[in-house]
């Protein structure tokens, strides 16, 4: 046999193998919904999605599928999930959606993981009019987003609320005689970092701080302990950092080894992940980040439990929870509408409340407004110790050292 | 003082970055593109060996090193010498090394996500430790001090055996290396080995106080490839000097300046020598 033959059988191979594999594809899809879900595996983002998106995508398919699938008026039907890496790049995903609507006709899409990546991608999702819950995405522009693509929805707030959780729990210690009125501040040069620093520049200000260092450093530094030094310098009483995942764990790092003394310790993403914890222990006792969970709430802690048993791994203390309760609104959505109508789905979220781990959700003009904003490490468990209309925010304690 | 002291720190950082990729496309010409996911894979085993088997991440490096020799000594013998031997001139061998080695990082990361998507995170000597008057990190001062025997070992043996004579010698000329007797396969092999192995190492040392993830290796790329340009392709006292001098320009932006301009002042002193010095600070100029 030479090797023309031989590719010739391999290719009359193959196409047979294409085929059947073609035909079994469509017959399966008739007795499932199929789901999409793009977000990053590879690049920046993707040791982020790695925590608080892709496990609770497994949970719930798990769950989902386990009960037997989703009810629907023509019985029930499984949901089969259909993954791309995005590799955090908004063109890729944006490709990622475009080839889950035109080629695996997907009924649904499971909204991208980041705030870009949200708005880079609505108008993808609009112009197929899947409706789009986003998570992980905070922004001063949610009115105006809203109003422009009718099936986006928000479910973990604006970069106003964000910003200003942190300026209650500060004035709450500064009331307290806790800590005094200076504040030293940084942030990561990227859009999340900048856009954070300007909101809370004047809204410190008008709480009465006084920012005594206030310094960017870009995406990716090496060293941070010229930033640690330069705040430590300032003499602040408290320390806040609009921050990302890889400069959350440095700046930490640093603060302990210069051994940084502020009453209040803030950075922002990856404070919430368990790894977080898991590397500096009681170290960190008492510092504040972004967003918090209840751990003592039956439901959250029940979530907590079928996480870990699920995904073999801990949700985080902040996202995760809120990416499977948007997961819950979608099952629930489609099961109230009983088919997978994409312009009926949209509606319904629209038009009912939904019953999840976060609690009741009810969308307000597209927007839950029902999420924690900071949270703070109290002996080994990341509580929320300020929300927007949750209840159960424990008590902020000082920050007393770094033992 | 303190801007000395961190500068120098993570000018030794640096200098773990650059050298491995100095022997590789210095001598073997090789132009390395996966040479941030060899790090980064150092850095995963050290993780992966600390969480799950409380390793020293010192011990982990002594056992990577010649994992990391014997598997880029495959690399080039398997994918990278028969792109050598078809390329016509140093041009073609550069291109084709390119891409192949770009295809190769894909396949790195893809790797590494499959072992752990998430960020490489741990505690070890993340202590404070005070020298010449300045607090600094025991992780980062223990790298610096590695980073150091490695590249005094390094010019030391290029300078003073013959194995190393041979070395250089195919750096300066591949053919009238050829033409003294020096078996060039052999010797590229050889440095594209151990520059794969001196990158695993600096990888097990940096995850000890950078977070790394599977995919940020081309940052480190970049970095190193700044680095070996600047102190001349192929000279290790260059790259060295250059790690060192990027590692106090950007300290001494950041304490003095700004932090947010570190970038731009580390592309600025590239931009610079790439003006007046485009062979770099040791190089030769090509004849």
């Keep these: ?403 | 003082m303190d801007i000395l002291v961190s500068g120098l720190l993570l000018g030794g950082t640096y200098a773990l970055v650059a050298m491995g990729l100095n022997l590789q496309y210095g001598v073997a010409r090789i132009m390395n593109l996966a040479s941030g996911e060899m790090l980064v894979l150092g850095a995963l085993a050290a993780f992966w060996l600390f969480t799950t088997a409380q390793l020293s991440p010192v011990l982990t490096m002594i056992m990577v090193a010649p994992l990391a020799f014997i598997g880029n000594w495959l690399i080039y013998q398997l994918l990278l010498r028969p792109l050598v031997k078809r390329a016509k001139n140093q041009g073609q061998l550069e291109v084709d090394s390119i891409l192949a080695t770009f295809g190769m990082s894909f396949a790195l990361v893809g790797i590494m996500v499959a072992i752990h998507g998430e960020y490489f995170t741990y505690s070890y000597l993340a202590n404070p430790f005070e020298i010449l008057g300045t607090t600094v990190a025991l992780n980062r001062f223990v790298a610096f001090v590695v980073a150091l025997i490695i590249g005094v070992t390094l010019v030391l043996w290029l300078n003073f055996t013959r194995p190393g004579t041979a070395v250089r010698a195919v750096s300066v000329n591949t053919e009238a290396a050829k033409l003294v007797g020096i078996n060039v396969p052999r010797i590229s092999a050889l440095s594209f080995a151990l520059g794969g192995a001196v990158t695993a190492a600096g990888g097990t040392l940096i995850s000890t106080f950078i977070t790394l993830d599977a995919s940020v290796g081309v940052i480190f790329t970049m970095k190193a490839l700044i680095i070996v340009i600047m102190g001349g392709v192929g000279d290790m006292r260059g790259s060295i000097i250059a790690a060192l001098l990027l590692g106090l320009v950007e300290t001494a932006v950041a304490t003095l300046i700004d932090p947010g301009l570190t970038l731009v002042s580390a592309y600025l002193i590239f931009l610079g020598i790439l003006l007046f010095r485009p062979q770099g600070l040791f190089g030769k100029r090509a004849t």
């Design chain 1, 1 to 403: 046999m030479n090797r023309r033959e031989v590719l010739a059988r391999l290719s009359t191979g193959l196409a047979v193998v294409g085929t059947a594999g073609l035909l079994s594809f469509s017959a399966l899809a008739a007795d499932t919904i199929k789901i999409g879900a793009v977000a990053p595996k590879t690049g920046p983002l993707a040791g982020g999605a790695a925590v608080s998106q892709w496990p609770n995508i497994e949970l719930w398919a798990k769950e989902v599928n386990d009960r037997g699938g989703l009810k629907l008026k023509d019985g029930q039907k499984k949901v089969e999930i259909i993954e791309y890496d995005d590799k955090t790049n908004p063109g890729e995903h944006i490709k990622a959606a475009q080839r889950l609507a035109t080629q695996d006709k997907v009924d649904f899409i499971i909204a991208p993981y980041g705030t870009g990546f949200n708005v880079a991608a609505a108008p993808i999702y609009a112009k197929y009019g899947y409706p789009q819950i986003a998570v992980t995405s905070i922004s001063d522009q949610i009115g105006e987003l809203t109003g422009r693509y009718p099936g986006l929805f928000f479910t973990l707030g604006s970069t106003t609320d964000f910003v200003q959780g942190v300026v209650h729990v500060l004035t709450g210690l500064r009331e307290k005689g806790d800590i005094g009125n200076k504040i030293a501040m940084v942030n990561v040069a990227d859009a999340f970092g900048i856009e954070l620093a300007d909101v809370a520049r004047p809204l410190f200000t008008e709480a009465g701080f006084e920012i005594v260092y206030d310094k960017s450093y870009p995406l990716g530094t090496p060293d941070l302990s010229p930033i640690i030094k330069g705040a430590k310098a300032a003499n602040p009483d408290a320390f806040v950092a609009w921050s990302y995942p890889p400069d959350t764990f440095g700046l930490t790092e640093q603060a302990i080894i210069e051994d940084f003394q502020v009453k209040a310790f803030y950075t922002a993403v990856a404070t919430a992940f368990p790894a977080y914890g898991g590397k500096f222990g009681s170290k960190i006792n008492n510092v504040l980040g972004a967003g918090g969970t209840n751990p003592d709430d039956p439901k959250i802690a029940d979530y907590r439990k079928r996480h870990k048993e699920v995904t073999g791994k801990e949700p985080d203390y902040w996202a995760s929870a809120n990416t499977y309760a948007a997961l819950e609104v979608l099952a629930q959505a489609i099961e109230g509408v009983g088919e997978a109508d994409r312009e009926k789905v949209t509606q319904y979220i629209k038009d009912h409340s939904f019953d999840t781990v976060m609690g009741e959700l009810k969308f307000e003009n597209q927007n839950s407004r029902k999420y924690w904003t900071v949270g703070q490490w109290q002996d080994g468990v990341f509580r929320g110790v300020d929300a927007v209309n949750i209840d159960g925010a424990a008590p902020v304690r000082v920050k007393e050292g770094w033992e």
